[in-house]
T-cell receptor, first 117, second 113 residues
Framework: DTGVSQDPRHKITKRGQNVTFRCDPI?????LYWYRQTLGQGPEFLTY????????KSRLLSDRFSAERPKGSFSTLEIQRTEQGDSAMYLC???????????????FGNGTRLTVT | SQELEQSPQSLIVQEGKNLTINCTSS?????LYWYKQKYGEGLIFLMM?????EEKSHEKITAKLDEKKQQSSLHITASQPSHAGIYLC?????????????FGTGTLLAVQP
């Protein structure tokens, strides 16, 4: 079990540029989540996948954000035309529905810290 | 609006002291998770509570979910510097969205040697 892996760990970009982050979940996990966290706040839900299907997307997520999980394994989160307000830690988590319990814990990666200048 | 309230927002204790962090919801909790986060890192899963009155322990950390399932507490006994970090409670089941985990704002814990 290598855990949830996120790449890159840090990204600095200029306003208006596009950025893409990658998340590799724990291999046997079929659910994958994206969260955003700003300083002093708890993680804020963005979207989640079950296998390759995107089942829920936050209403707070603007059209500039898009996430994919094409083969039900790794996922990418793209932000187009970045704004300074997008600066945050982007966290990925995965879980399994096969544990036999109603709610399975989410396992988080170490995040990608985005700074938009 | 934030649906999970954590108190206190921050806490400084001396090593060896006990402490309690609370997580309160205005709605019934169907699953309550406790996580710990070191600054700049991801969240580490501590415990999950589902049943009213449930209590779980791991090493020196004990978490309880009250009978009405609207409040949870996290208690650390004989705190150590390794306990320092941000403690976050998370809940599922809000508004029928059973798969979405919503977090509180967190409690920052510092332990002075």
């Amino acid at each position: 079990d290598t855990g949830v892996s996120q790449d890159p760990r840090h990204k600095i970009t200029k306003r208006g540029q596009n950025v893409t982050f990658r998340c590799d979940p724990i291999s046997e996990h079929n659910r994958l989540y994206w969260y955003r966290q700003t300083l002093g706040q708890g993680p804020e839900f963005l979207t989640y996948f079950q296998n390759e299907a995107q089942l829920e997307k936050s209403r707070l997520l603007s059209d500039r954000f898009s996430a994919e999980r094409p083969k039900g394994s790794f996922s990418t989160l793209e932000i187009q035309r970045t704004e300074q307000g997008d600066s945050a830690m982007y966290l990925c988590a995965s879980s399994s529905t096969m544990t036999g319990t109603s709610y399975s814990p989410l396992h988080f990666g170490n995040g990608t810290r985005l700074t938009v200048t | 609006s934030q649906e999970l309230e954590q108190s206190p927002q921050s806490l400084i204790v001396q090593e060896g002291k006990n402490l309690t962090i609370n997580c309160t919801s205005s709605k019934t909790l169907y699953g309550l998770y406790w996580y710990k986060q070191k600054y700049g890192e991801g969240l580490i899963f501590l415990m999950m509570l589902q049943k009213g009155g449930e209590e779980k322990s791991h090493e020196k950390i004990t978490a309880k979910l009250d009978e009405k399932k609207q409040q949870s507490s996290l208690h650390i006994t004989a705190s150590q510097p390794s306990h320092a970090g941000i403690y976050l409670c998370g809940a599922v089941g809000y508004g029928g969205a059973t798969n979405k985990l919503i977090f509180g704002t967190g409690t920052l814990l510092a332990v002075q040697p």
